[in-house]
């Protein structure tokens, strides 16, 4: 309950950051975390410029999903917004855990 409490709030919260390295060129990523031993993918706003601040937005696809398939779904509704999209991928694409945790928020410390 724990873990669906804080997924929730950090799906909803849009936080000002800048992704620090990030080329307009590889707008799509596959981030690696060697912390959590996973990944997140990472979608860049047209246009991207490493010196401007962008918002950030957080979506955890859901069961049976795949961080890839997901951020696909969601750069549509991005279009033009000024806005980065970090996904990371579940454990196994169950449901989310409580190990998750771990992952979700090193996918934001990345960004």
């Not at 917004?81 to 991928?89: F, G, H, Q, S």
Request: glycine share 8%.
């Amino acid at each position: 309950m724990r873990l669906a409490k804080v997924a929730f709030l950090i799906t909803v919260i849009v936080l000002g950051l800048s992704v620090a390295g990030a080329r307009a060129a590889d707008r799509f990523q596959k981030r690696d975390l060697p912390k959590s031993k996973g990944h997140y993918v990472l979608v860049l706003p047209e246009g991207y410029d490493a010196k401007r601040t962008c918002e950030v937005m957080l979506a955890l696809h859901g069961s049976g999903d795949t961080a890839a398939n997901f951020a696909r779904c969601w750069t549509s509704w991005m279009g033009k917004r000024d806005m980065i999209l970090a996904v990371p991928e579940g454990i196994d694409n169950r449901m989310w855990q409580d190990g998750d945790l771990e992952r979700i928020l090193e996918s934001l410390e990345d960004v």
